[in-house]
């Protein structure tokens, strides 16, 4: 498959600069600037983290463990046919149990035992809706959601981080020129990066459910989002006598 290529894009949140009222003391009484700065940078998404699973019930332990475990292992044969790495899949839940007896101990119906299996599928963003589909018709019917992310997340950071300097500096210049005073050496700088992610198919597992289970009813199409990062600095320069 093509690599892809990052795109991000620059957003500006806000930028406040403050001229400090108050000196801040180092070597000597020393008046500064302080600016504060947020950006945001967002980019396609390049992974894909697929969380779905198969659920039946059958009123022994027995034929509910036996039925899920046939029908598990069709799903996952399916999904190494079509290419998917067997490390790329993960077990999260493996589950039996016995229905509870929703009626009051009067009533005459049996209870039923539920097994269910659900894995992670980690892919590439543009391999998520095959993997979807051939998991579907090999019989799975959760699709609980699709988490979407950068295949270089450190990267994202630096260029949100970047981006919040850059501009925290040039406000800092701008305000040293409104206020007619030299701008002097950096003091101090301090940063944070948050973490935003966007287009994350999340609550569509019982949607997914009901396109299983009706053959003649198009599937779901997902669509990769964006991922985003927001870095926001704070920096002090001192004031040149």
């Known amino acids: 498959m093509p690599n892809h290529r990052l795109i991000a894009c620059v957003l500006l949140l806000f930028a406040t600069p403050v001229l400090s009222a108050r000196p801040q003391r ?15 940078v967002q980019a396609r998404a390049e ?8 659920q039946n019930q059958a ?21 190494l046919d079509a290419g998917v790495p067997s490390e790329a ?26 097994a269910s299996q659900q894995w992670q599928i980690h892919s590439k963003a543009s391999d998520a809706q095959r993997i979807v ?20 997340d450190k990267e994202l950071e630096a260029k949100a981080y970047a981006a919040a300097l850059k501009r925290a500096k040039e406000l800092a210049q701008q305000t040293a020129m409104q ?3 030299k701008l002097g050496d950096l003091v ?41 990062r927001e870095a926001s600095v704070t920096v002090v320069f001192a004031i040149a006598p």
């Open 26 to 40: 180092s070597n000597s009484d020393q008046k500064t600037i302080e600016i504060s700065a947020t950006e945001k």
């Open 47 to 54: 992974i894909a983290a697929i969380k779905l699973g198969f």
């Open 59 to 79: 009123a022994t332990k027995d034929a509910a463990y036996s039925e899920n475990t046939s029908s598990a292992n069709k799903i996952l044969q399916a999904l």
């Open 89 to 114: 899949i993960e077990t999260e839940t493996l589950n039996l149990s016995q229905d509870q007896e929703r009626f009051g101990p009067s009533s005459n119906r049996s209870a039923k035992f539920t």
């Open 133 to 152: 589909d051939v998991a579907v018709a090999a019989g799975a019917n959760q699709v609980e959601q699709v988490d979407w992310s950068v295949a270089d």
């Open 179 to 181: 206020s007619g005073v």
């Open 188 to 228: 101090s700088i301090v940063n944070s990066v948050n973490e935003v992610r966007f287009g994350r198919a999340g609550g569509r597992g019982m949607a997914m459910y009901a396109m299983a289970a009706s053959p003649k009813m198009a599937m779901l199409k997902l669509q990769p989002g964006m991922v985003e």
